[in-house]
């Protein structure tokens, strides 16, 4: 579990093909002593699992799967990373509640480092379980919804975020890591489940209440 808050921008020392998977080789400029084999850290919003661990680097294999849901792909050598590690019982939650489970791919269709914007653009099904004043993950960093757009939504970024990650970076037409809230994506189940039940039922569906002027 993390928090969004980053700690720490890393290096890709090495990236190399391991069985059907991939090995990253990170550099990080956060203290490494406390970390074991197994142990989990966030890398660009992702959660991965530590499999070797010394100096200021570390290991972590990479499944297809998180390569296919991930912007992981189109990681090279030297490529800067957000690095957070997990939280421990009784830290601060900063942020909010972060699992590192991305949900998949946005891409950036506006960023003003200057004035502090960030728009994304997301697939509908992502879009769906995000709301305003909601909570957001990109690229593993705890965000706040400011705005919602037709194909996706709006965040403000201050300058000391802009600084201390990879938002730096950044620019128009890349692609991020977006994680939902993890609360949206309860309630976005719950919704589907009680939607289907009403229309086996015959029950109140949401398209009656739209038909009925009750909600738009």
Avoid: W
Avoid at 90 to 109: A, K, N, Q
């Amino acid at each position: 579990m993390f928090t969004g808050i980053i700690e720490g921008v890393g290096k890709i020392y090495r990236k190399e093909r391991i069985g059907e998977g991939y090995r990253l080789s990170i550099k990080s400029p956060l203290p490494l002593d406390d970390v074991v084999n197994g142990d989990s850290i966030a890398v660009n919003g992702a959660c991965l699992t530590v499999t070797n661990v010394g100096g200021d680097l570390f290991a972590a294999d990479v499944s297809n799967e998180t390569m296919s849901k991930t912007t992981f792909s189109l990681l090279k050598a030297s490529d800067r990373v957000n690095l957070e590690k997990a939280m421990k019982s009784g830290d601060r939650l900063g942020g909010h509640i972060v699992t590192g489970h991305v949900d998949g791919v946005g891409v950036i269709e506006v960023i003003d480092k200057r004035k502090g914007l960030l728009s994304v653009t997301v697939p509908p099904q992502i879009g769906k379980q995000i709301v305003q004043k909601g909570s957001v993950a990109v690229n593993g960093v705890s965000l706040t919804v400011s705005n919602l757009t037709k194909d996706g939504f709006s965040v403000a970024i201050i300058p000391f975020t802009i600084e201390n990650t990879t938002f730096a970076d950044l620019k128009k037409g890349d692609r991020v890591n977006i994680e939902c809230d993890t609360l949206g994506k309860y309630v976005d189940k719950f919704l589907q489940a009680e939607e289907g039940s009403n229309k086996k039922n015959g029950g109140v569906t949401k398209e009656l209440l739209i038909k009925s002027g009750y909600i738009r």
